[in-house]
């Protein structure tokens, strides 16, 4: 098997018009990948692309994609291999978060999100392993800390994140002989278009915190993947949070996220 170089490899980045997703954009071009960016935001990507074509001068292909609905993910893939691009890495990075009680939100949001933040993520991922197969390639999945605990106030969330989390080091094991590695990233609270799409503003989670960015997220991220570490937490105090539920009782648990995601006024 020949090794490409890193000017021959290609990357797909999902939700790569802002946040986390975008800052990755920067550190693949800046390595040299050519780049595939899918979200809904088209100017956004569009202005990225253009930003790191002259910058980096890597071909940057701008699909836009709806990708919590049902065929999105598939006709993404479609779309792709119509243009003959073959993927040398993954990036399932779009997602996001809904704060509230259970009892209030809207079934069908949360199903939306429920697709977006797993099945997209299953899809792209059984779609293109051939791909990855072939050009022994990197899949990087941004999970959360989320993924670690339940999370009170989002529920739905907290919860699709331990599904990316479980899925990702699953496939990380099954994968471990044929050369493609598999990266969850895990970042807590991170300043992105995130906050405000989860409404999480009066939440004690963010509320006068400063977060890092999305940038520093990105690179911590990008360097993990590169080294093929299958779980990746930015930040030592994360890092410490993570582990320190491995030997809190479940409940106990629940309460302490219970306790720092509260509403406050
Ligand atoms: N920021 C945090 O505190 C934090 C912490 C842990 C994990 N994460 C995870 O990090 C990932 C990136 O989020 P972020 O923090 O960078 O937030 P962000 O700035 O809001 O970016 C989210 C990205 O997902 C895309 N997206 C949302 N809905 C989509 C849809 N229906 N179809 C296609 N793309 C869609 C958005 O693009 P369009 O709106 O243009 O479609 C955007 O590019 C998410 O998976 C999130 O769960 C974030």
Redesign the pocket.
């Known amino acids: 098997m020949t090794t490409l170089s890193t000017s021959n490899k290609t990357a797909l980045i ?9 800052a990755l954009a920067h550190q693949f071009a800046h390595d040299g990948y050519q780049l595939v960016l ?4 088209v100017a ?1 990507m569009q202005a990225l692309a253009d930003e790191l074509q002259r910058t980096y001068k890597v071909t940057v292909t701008v699909i836009a ?4 609905t049902h065929d ?1 993910a598939a006709g993404l893939h479609a779309d792709i291999k119509a243009r003959g691009i073959v993927l040398s890495a993954l990036v399932n ?5 809904a704060f509230g009680e259970f009892k209030d939100s809207a079934l069908m949001s949360e199903l939306a999100m429920m697709q ?2 797993m099945n997209t993520v299953v899809v792209l991922t059984k779609l293109f392993l051939p791909d990855l197969l072939a050009t022994r390639g990197k899949i990087l999945n ?5 993924a670690f605990q339940p999370g009170p106030y989002m529920a739905v969330y907290y919860a699709t ?1 331990s599904f990316v989390l479980s899925f990702s080091e699953a496939i990380a094991s099954e994968l471990e002989d044929t050369g493609v590695t598999v990266t969850a990233l895990c ?9 405000d ?1 989860a409404d999480l503003g009066n939440s004690a989670l963010i509320k006068g915190k400063k ?1 890092p960015t ?1 940038e520093e997220v990105a690179e911590l991220g990008y360097r993990a993947m590169q080294r093929g570490q299958r779980v990746y937490i930015p930040g030592f105090v994360n890092w410490a949070m993570a582990q320190s539920m491995r030997f809190t009782p479940r409940n106990l648990a629940t309460k302490v996220v219970k306790i720092l995601t509260r509403p406050i006024s």
Do not use: C, H, V
Request: no cysteine.
């Open positions: 999902t939700g790569a018009s802002s946040g986390i997703g975008k899918a979200a809904r935001g956004k994609a709806d990708l919590e999105g990075n779009a997602g996001y978060g977006l933040n941004t999970a959360s800390t989320a994140k970042p807590g609270p991170t300043a992105s278009g995130f906050q799409k977060l999305s």
